[in-house]
């Protein structure tokens, strides 16, 4: 059973309905899936010749949250470690993530807990096997018809200001949605009645395109959009729970990577060498300035050098000097999504996170 866990915050509202329709759509997408891959499945017995030492790794997107696995790549950190990566999907979404997770068409997934917490309603075999990101790394970004004279007010004032405006989104079930929702339920306010979410998608050039035309008072955006506002003039961020805007959010486990017991029973060597390249990657960003922004301006190769001076050293401060999950992190990420009613109830962190497992992998070789 789960532990007791502490409410953060009051009951938030009840939820709308093209969120909960747009969440169980999503688990509805996966579990079907699951189910014609359990057919496949079943061979759990560890992998012979090449394909022991290869994986596929998926991803949602090229967002600054995966930026560790494209510094393990680069810098040959899989390779040293025999590995060797074949497909690398980017799906665009956590739900198309889980998803190729359970029919087998990746090994690995790059995602948020949201993603993870989800897959696990449907599949009790789900693992975070390494956090990427320890901060909620969405923003809210004022656009210049939220008053500057507020950036310094208290978060309460903040929030308030945010009342009767239009807020610029991914999409609906999305942390982008969940982050406005947990803020106004601090005031007693409401998603559905309160402010106009505008749907927006993943596109960060769309979203500050929107902010700029002033289709929306404010985003709700993944970093670096908040950056490439603040460096291009549109905008500025305003709400980062990242930089302890919001406390409770503090050192939550947001970006991750996660996988399956059967693809860890399948490939044991290779998740494990996949885990120790991760390390590698996480503690050359956390302690090379020089190197991370590089490697940052080589990841985001189209991104304006400014954002990049301005980003680098967030990443640094956000990025785990080692993949293993904290339990304290854990917990504040579980609370979270249970009160923005992303998901009902999170799985212990001793059900969902290996951490003994990892700490092994860790130490082989």
């Not at 359990?38 to 394909?51: H, K, M, Q, S, V």
């Not at 994986?55 to 060797?84: N, W």
């Not at 942390?175 to 406005?180: D, I, M, P, R, Y």
């Not at 017991?261 to 020089?290: C, N, W, Y």
């Amino acid at each position: 059973m789960n532990p007791t866990r502490v409410r953060l915050t009051r009951p938030l509202p009840t939820r709308s309905l093209p969120t909960r329709t747009a969440r169980l759509a999503a688990l509805l997408a996966i579990g079907l899936v699951a189910a014609a891959g359990c057919a496949n499945r079943g061979a759990t017995e560890p992998a012979t010749g090449a394909d022991a030492m290869t994986l596929d790794v998926g991803q949602i997107s090229d967002s600054v949250a995966f930026f560790p696995i494209f510094v393990a790549e680069d810098q040959g950190f899989f390779e040293d470690e025999g590995l060797t990566l074949a497909e690398r999907p980017r799906l665009g979404t956590g739900a198309k993530l889980a998803a190729a997770l359970e029919s087998d068409s990746i090994d690995i997934a790059g995602g948020v807990m949201t993603d993870a917490y989800n897959l696990y309603q449907i599949n009790d075999g789900a693992r975070v096997i390494g956090s990427l990101v320890n901060e909620y790394y969405v923003d809210i970004i004022a656009g210049e018809g939220i008053p500057e004279s507020l950036d310094d007010a208290p978060l309460d004032e903040k929030v308030g200001a945010l009342e009767g405006k239009a807020i610029g989104i991914t999409g609906p079930g999305s942390g982008t949605e969940a982050l406005v929702s947990y803020l106004l339920a601090q005031q007693d306010l409401d998603t559905a009645t309160d402010v106009t979410l505008v749907n927006l998608g993943a596109d960060p050039s769309a979203a500050v395109g929107a902010l700029k035309a002033g289709r929306v008072d404010a985003l709700s955006f993944f970093q670096p959009v908040g950056e490439q506002a603040e460096a291009t003039g549109v905008g500025r961020i305003f709400i980062s729970p990242a930089r302890g805007d919001v406390p409770e959010l503090a050192d939550a486990v947001h970006g991750a990577l996660f996988t399956t017991q059967e693809v860890m029973d399948h490939k044991p060597d290779a998740t494990a060498a996949f885990v120790r390249g991760i390390a590698r990657a996480e503690e050359l960003i956390s302690t090379d300035d020089a190197a991370a922004a590089e490697l940052l301006q080589k990841y985001q190769s189209t991104m304006n050098p400014d954002t990049v001076a301005l980003l680098a050293p967030v990443l640094q401060e956000e990025i785990p000097e080692s993949p293993v999950p904290t339990e304290s992190g854990y917990e504040t990420s579980a609370a979270f999504h249970q009160e923005s009613g992303l998901i009902p109830e999170p799985p212990s962190y001793a059900d969902l996170v290996p951490s003994a497992w990892i700490e092994s992998a860790l130490q082989e070789k």
